[in-house]
């Protein structure tokens, strides 16, 4: 299995501000994606973060709100811009594991709980 | 479209009883389903998933699915419910996208399990 470090764990941002979440990997991935999840409700995909080249974005998400990086196999980082109060949610990092006997199972980071006043 | 549905928000089961989240899913070609589950403040972990073979897959924690293809099914079961089971439960599926591939997450089922 991966193991998934996001940073910050959570945070307080003021409306207008912009925040970088971070996702660490401790083996390379090839599909990492970004999922945004209210409290107690189900998963959204924002985008597929591909090495090397641009993010797939899901309808409704678009580049200059949700940039996303992905320098490399192992990190990859979005950032959250010009943040109203309707961006307080979870942020989920998630990647697929590509090993034999755990082919196509998602793992998860533990998310980063961001607030916006 | 391609999608995932979990027909229930809420299931209560009496604890030593069997218990059965539902799960029915639309997709074209041959469905990949997994079954996700959140316990409270914690991230979502990996419970079991189908690929291919054996319609019931056994998973962790006693979990187990069954995949019925005519019922376009895969119903997350346990013999014998622990109160310890009370979690988020989610369903999803695996669908091409764009040439790679993404995971669409069903509505999620929280289970009770009573003492």
């Known amino acids: 299995s991966a193991v998934i470090s996001q940073k910050p764990s959570r945070d307080i941002c003021q409306r207008g501000t912009s925040l970088t979440i971070q996702c660490q990997v401790d083996s390379q991935v090839t599909m990492m994606f970004w999922y945004r999840q209210q409290p107690g409700q189900s998963l959204t995909l924002i985008a597929t973060?591909?090495?090397?080249?641009?993010?797939?974005?899901e309808s409704g998400f678009v580049i200059d709100k949700f940039p996303i990086s992905r320098p490399n196999l192992t990190f990859s980082t979005l950032t959250v811009s010009n943040m109203s109060p309707e961006d307080s949610s979870i942020y989920l990092c998630s990647v697929v594991a590509g090993q034999s006997g755990r082919l196509y199972e998602q793992y998860f980071g533990p998310g980063t709980r961001l607030t916006v006043t | 479209a391609q999608s995932v549905a979990q027909p229930e928000d809420q299931v209560n089961v009496a604890e030593g009883n069997p218990l059965t989240v539902k799960c029915t899913y639309s997709?074209?070609?041959?469905?990949?389903l997994f079954w996700y589950v959140q316990y409270p403040n914690r991230g979502l972990q990996f419970l079991l998933k189908y690929i291919t073979g054996d319609n019931l897959v056994k998973g962790s924690y006693g979990f187990e699915a069954e995949f019925n293809k005519s019922q376009t099914s895969f119903h997350l079961k346990k013999p014998s419910a622990l109160v310890s089971d009370s979690a988020l439960y989610f369903c999803?599926?695996?669908?091409?996208?764009?040439?790679?591939?993404?995971?669409?997450f069903g509505t999620g089922t929280r289970l009770k399990v009573l003492a």
């Open positions: 997709v074209s070609g041959n469905p990949y």
């Open positions: 999803a599926v695996r669908v091409r996208a764009s040439g790679t591939y993404k995971y669409i």
């Open positions: 973060a591909n090495q090397g080249s641009e993010a797939t974005y």
